[in-house]
């Protein structure tokens, strides 16, 4: 099962990287991470993936750690896949905000 | 997420489509990947994916391995 991993530098602080296992053509499973560098340290900020049988988001915060998890029922993984990159390249300010305040 | 009729996106996912251009829900994998190209993304190598994970610090999300 081929993965492919790409990355979105958004700026110097900021990238979206994202993991994708296809199978003849099908997106069979994939991670979609926002990192930030904070403290000289690289760190997760907020995660999409296919764990656990169904796309969903993981929402995270700095202290709380997995603060919840919102699943997509109704989307197939490909949505999801492309909800998720859109989602952080478009809000990636607010979502790491949120992180470190949480 | 409200339920609401569609065709391909619920609402709040079509104004995010309009703002980001979302692919078609059907997009073939090579589309997906030309789509996440045009929005200034790149492939790594395995090396090079290796090395950038390898200097994560990734969540501890219970029942999820890391990503990398």
Same mark, same amino acid.
């Not at chain 1, 907020?46 to 656990?52: K, T």
């Not at chain 1, 995270?60 to 997995?66: D, E, Q």
């Not at chain 1, 699943?71 to 790491?96: C, G, M």
């Given at each position: 099962?081929?993965?492919?991993?790409?990355?979105?530098?958004?700026?110097? $602080? $900021?990238?979206?990287?994202?993991?994708?296992? =296809?199978?003849? @053509?099908?997106?069979?499973?994939? =991670?979609?991470?926002?990192?930030?560098?904070?403290?000289?340290?690289?760190?997760?900020? @907020?995660?999409?993936?296919?764990?656990? @049988?169904?796309?969903?988001?993981?929402? /995270?915060?700095? $202290?709380?750690?997995?603060?919840?998890?919102?699943?997509?029922?109704?989307? $197939?993984?490909?949505?999801?896949?492309?909800?998720?990159?859109?989602?952080?390249?478009?809000?990636?300010?607010?979502?790491?905000?949120?992180? /470190?305040?949480? | 997420? &409200?339920?609401?009729?569609?065709?391909?996106? &619920?609402?709040?996912?079509?104004?995010?489509?309009?703002?980001? #251009?979302? &692919? %078609?829900?059907? *997009?073939?994998?090579?589309?997906?990947?030309?789509?996440?190209?045009?929005?200034?993304?790149?492939?790594? #190598? &395995?090396?090079? *994916? %290796?090395?950038?994970? +390898?200097?994560? %610090?990734? *969540?501890?999300?219970?029942?999820?391995?890391?990503? +990398?």
């Amino acid at each position: 099962m081929p993965q492919k991993v790409f990355e979105i530098v958004i700026n110097p $602080t $900021t990238v979206i990287r994202v993991f994708q296992h =296809s199978h003849l @053509g099908r997106l069979v499973g994939f =991670s979609v991470v926002l990192l930030i560098l904070h403290e000289d340290e690289w760190i997760d900020v @907020g995660r999409f993936d296919s764990a656990h @049988g169904t796309p969903h988001r993981d929402v /995270l915060g700095k $202290t709380k750690g997995l603060r919840e998890k919102v699943w997509y029922d109704e989307f $197939t993984p490909r949505q999801v896949f492309a909800l998720a990159i859109a989602t952080f390249r478009k809000n990636h300010a607010q979502i790491s905000h949120d992180f /470190l305040a949480n | 997420m &409200p339920k609401s009729a569609m065709t391909f996106w &619920p609402i709040e996912e079509t104004a995010l489509a309009a703002e980001v #251009s979302l &692919p %078609r829900p059907d *997009a073939t994998m090579e589309e997906l990947e030309q789509w996440i190209i045009s929005l200034g993304g790149r492939e790594l #190598s &395995p090396e090079e *994916a %290796r090395d950038l994970n +390898a200097k994560v %610090r990734w *969540a501890d999300i219970p029942g999820e391995p890391a990503p +990398a």
